[in-house]
Nanobody
């Protein structure tokens, strides 16, 4: 059974940092692209980062990484801003296969 479990979210002040983790099981993790998304209140879900690149608004502040030995993906988020607030999801993708985690809430206060 496939599992993706995000953790590390929470409430942080503007300028702070958080590190999200996505622990996975039940599929060949090393074969899958790991992608981070977020959904802000009242907005559609958007892609934030892949291992190779991040959306412009978070470039230089967010970094995606992975540890294949631990079947875990990470999203390091620095210099957080209030507009980074949302539910953050990790997703595993390979060909037509796509798995999602349940999300973790990140709230950045001003």
């Amino acid at each position: 059974q496939v599992h993706l479990v995000e953790s590390g979210g929470g409430l942080v002040q503007s300028g702070g940092s958080l590190r999200l983790s996505c622990a996975t099981s039940g599929f060949a993790f090393s074969s899958y692209a790991m992608i981070w998304y977020r959904q802000a209140p009242g907005k559609e879900r958007e892609l934030v980062c892949t291992i190779r690149s991040c959306k412009d608004s978070v470039k230089g502040r967010f970094t995606a990484s992975r540890d294949n030995a631990k079947n875990t993906a990470y999203l390091q988020m620095n210099s957080l801003r209030p507009d980074d607030t949302g539910v953050y999801y990790c997703s595993a993708a390979w060909g037509t296969a796509r798995y999602w985690g349940q999300g973790t809430q990140v709230t950045v206060s001003s």
